[in-house]
């Protein structure tokens, strides 16, 4: 299993264009890939609630998680999507 740290920089929600490429990303991976915050259990990643769970939480770090071939890959393209600062946010 891989893990990354990864701070929250754009606006995650059900109408954030990052969310969606992180539900999309995660869903099209050939592994399991959760998503937990601190101190909570790690959910899949591929579900749009583990997204919308997170909407609150901009500026706080997170855990990814993956296993299998091509893990570090694909936790390094959710990481930039999480972590871009998102223009015009209020």
Do not use: Y
């Amino acid at each position: 299993m891989t893990e990354r740290r990864v701070k929250i920089m754009s606006r995650v929600g059900l109408h954030a264009r990052p969310a969606a490429l992180f539900v999309q990303t995660a869903a099209k991976a050939p592994m399991d890939v959760t998503v937990a915050l601190d101190g909570r259990d790690p959910v899949n990643a591929k579900s749009i609630l583990a997204v919308l769970g997170l909407d609150a939480h901009h500026g706080e770090e997170v855990t990814l998680a993956a296993a299998g071939d091509g893990a570090e890959e694909l936790l390094n393209t959710l990481e930039s999507i999480l972590s871009q600062e998102e223009h015009g946010r209020a």
